[in-house]
């Protein structure tokens, strides 16, 4: 048996782009951080960054993230872009083996279309949980369908990389810990091709991203504690939606609350309640307030309960909406650049430097791509599922589609009825419908078996 010209140039043209791929795409990948001149902030990254020095919990700020953070800040936090950027690209090409469509021409173009039309680079240049949200989504996967398709190395990372992932944000956590549920849901009637082994090692990454999570609160801050906060995003969500108001001036005349002064002051927004100048402040913040939230949260679920699920689903319909790239890095972070200085002053010149700091960084002219490539995006995945079902095909490629489709759905849930709509919560995931949309596209380009057959 002897090997055609032609497959001798077929294995050549290959070899082009796989060296291509290795060569540029990581890159590629954090190309927005190389044009600003040093890794993207967000209004976030300073209370993720300060867990470290400051040895006490802060309201969803990840202690685990935190200590991502802090073991890069002798690099300048590129060796945190680089972990973000080499970890995309193998879950990208990881997922596409698995499906059998790994060809590298098919890697190099969808990883290229992703970066041009997506805010995957974005969140890689990024120093934010969000990056992690979607690629775990791809890492459970993995290790639920890949199972007999990957090696034990592989399958250790990905256990690894999502409970890791898990750790970094609650919203994370929640969304995988749904999709866990699903699958076993599922497990009775889709035996064969839901392995059960492998819904056991996703699942078990809950338990071990929890645990990270706990065992470093008490590292950094003695106790044995889950992140706090969750009472308080929430409450601040029911007050934007005029619930709050209406608890207050129907218990304020017989209850003795905190708040029953500010009733008739209270912001229109929870982003101004939480984190501008507001009672909140007065009445001492997290510490202050807490205890009076949680109650107040409860309570109103109890006496409201049609206003609270009506708000729930519209929070979660306009969380769907909401996939605008860029939220939180265009304005002014005072807290993040306060941090910086504090703790790691090493890096104040070069983070000063970049062209974030000087009010360079505009999303207006990107969003005119990533809105609607996202909207179309989510459109063709609830079709392409809609057409496998229809036709009772359930190929890995159609799992796929049900898992990043019930993610959206789950991360909109959480994120839009406990913190309320934001582009950055969307943004963060809905990539991924881009990724699975381009996959059908994908097969009409190349072929591996065509290019190493043999005669």
Known sequence: MSITTDQLRARAADTFWLRLAAATLPLLMIAPAFWNGYPLLQWD?????????????????????????HYGENFGFWINLAVQSLATLWLLQLTLRVLGLMQTFRFVAISLLLMLSTALPWLAS?????????????????????????????????????????????????????????????WPFLKQRLPIAG??????????????????NHALSGK???????????????????????????????????LCPYRNELPATADEFLWGKSM???????DGLNEEMGNIVVQSLADYPA???????????????????????????????????????????????????????????????????????????VTL????????????????????????????????????PHDRYGARMVWLATFVVLMPLARRFGDDNKATKLE
């Open 385 to 420: 599922l809609a057409y496998s079902l229809a036709n009772r095909r359930l190929d890995d490629l159609t799992l796929l589609a049900a898992t990043v489709t019930l993610a959206l759905l789950g991360n909109a849930f959480i994120c839009g009825v406990i913190s309320g």
């Open 224 to 258: 044995w504690a889950w992140t706090p906060g969750g009472y308080g995003v929430a409450f601040g969500r029911m007050m934007q939606d005029g619930i709050v108001a209406r608890f207050l001036n129907d218990h304020c005349p017989r209850e003795d609350f905190k």
């Open 307 to 381: 206003w609270q699920a009506g708000a729930a689903l519209r929070a979660m319909g306009q969380q769907l909406l909401h996939v605008a790239t860029g939220e939180g890095t265009t304005v002014w972070i005072p807290h993040t650049y306060g941090i910086i200085e504090r703790y790691i002053p090493a890096q104040v010149t070069p983070m000063r430097a970049a062209r974030q700091q000087h009010w360079e960084l505009n999303f207006d002219a990107v969003n005119r791509l990533h809105v609607p490539v996202a909207l179309i995006s989510m459109l063709g995945l």
């Open 199 to 216: 819904l056991a090692q996703a699942s078990l990454t809950i338990v071990a991203g929890a645990l990270m999570l706990v065992s470093a």
């Open 126 to 186: 990024m120093l934010l949980t969000d990056i992690f949200a979607g690629l775990s989504i791809l890492s459970l996967f993995l290790l639920v369908v890949g199972a007999g398709r990957i090696s034990v190395l592989e399958k250790i990372s990905l256990f690894v990389f999502t409970a890791f992932a898990a750790a970094t944000h609650s919203g994370t956590l929640g969304v995988l810990l749904g999709l866990c549920a699903v699958g076993w849901m599922a």
């Open 45 to 69: 990254t300073g209370g993720y960054l300060a867990r470290w020095y400051e040895g006490y919990l802060v309201p969803s700020r990840s202690t685990v993230f935190g200590v991502y953070l």
């Open 280 to 286: 909140f402040n007065t009445l001492g913040r997290f």
